[in-house]
């Protein structure tokens, strides 16, 4: 059911679909390469980029679902995404656990050279979401997902330069730590702007549509 008479224009709609399909091939492209790299180069950051470029596309794909959809849906659209993201963090703060624990070789050429590529794809996506900045809540949230990619291939290509210089995998250990709390952060970002736009009244003057079902 689409929202009548308050929504965006349709021109609007197509502009949001069409950045949000780009957005969603790119990231799932290099969610899969960073995987196959990570898990060839023992790179705990590399993975957990991947992950986090995985999740991304699925919040682009709730993105793409949401479009002309209720407020309450869009609403629920950010909160699953910001949910997904909370548990990526979550799991890949486990693995790094697992392989501190079990031990790890990874290779600083393909964390450097496939954080590069990420890194220039995550700027790319995030300068065609610069417009949703300041949209509805399901793509806000999209943008502070790809922020969060762009911190994150910085971080994995300093620990790439590390572990060649200290001959040590720990800066890897510690980065893919680091992405695993910077994920929660986020997720907790998009889930209390997600609240907080549910409490916003409408432009009549009532409630949002997501308060007046939950009284």
């Given amino acids: 059911m689409s929202d009548s008479g308050c929504g965006p224009p349709e021109g609007m709609n197509e502009q949001e679909r069409r950045i949000l399909i780009i957005a969603l091939a790119l990231n799932l492209a290099m969610a899969i390469i960073g995987g196959i790299a990570g898990w060839i180069a023992q790179s705990t950051g590399l993975l957990a980029d991947a992950l986090d470029m995985l999740s991304d596309a699925t919040a682009y794909a709730i993105g793409l679902l949401a479009i002309g959809r209720t407020a309450r849906f869009k609403s629920n659209a950010a909160y699953l995404s910001g949910s997904l993201l909370f548990l990526l963090g979550a799991a890949v703060l486990v693995e790094v656990g697992r392989r501190v624990a079990l031990g790890a070789e990874p290779v600083s050429g393909w964390m450097i050279g496939t954080a590069l590529l990420s890194l220039i794809v995550n700027l790319t996506v995030l300068r065609l ?87």
Avoid: C, M
């Fill in 129 to 215: 979401l610069a417009p949703l900045r300041s949209g509805e809540v399901h793509l806000r949230a999209t943008w502070v997902f790809t922020r969060a990619d762009v911190v994150a291939n910085v971080g994995v290509i300093l620990a790439g330069v590390l572990v060649l210089w200290l001959r040590s995998p720990y800066p890897d250990f510690v980065i893919g730590a680091l992405i695993g709390l910077y994920v929660i952060k986020e997720a907790a970002e998009i889930l209390l702007d997600t609240r907080a736009d549910a409490r916003k009244p409408s432009q009549d003057g009532s409630k949002s549509e997501l308060n007046r079902n939950d009284e």
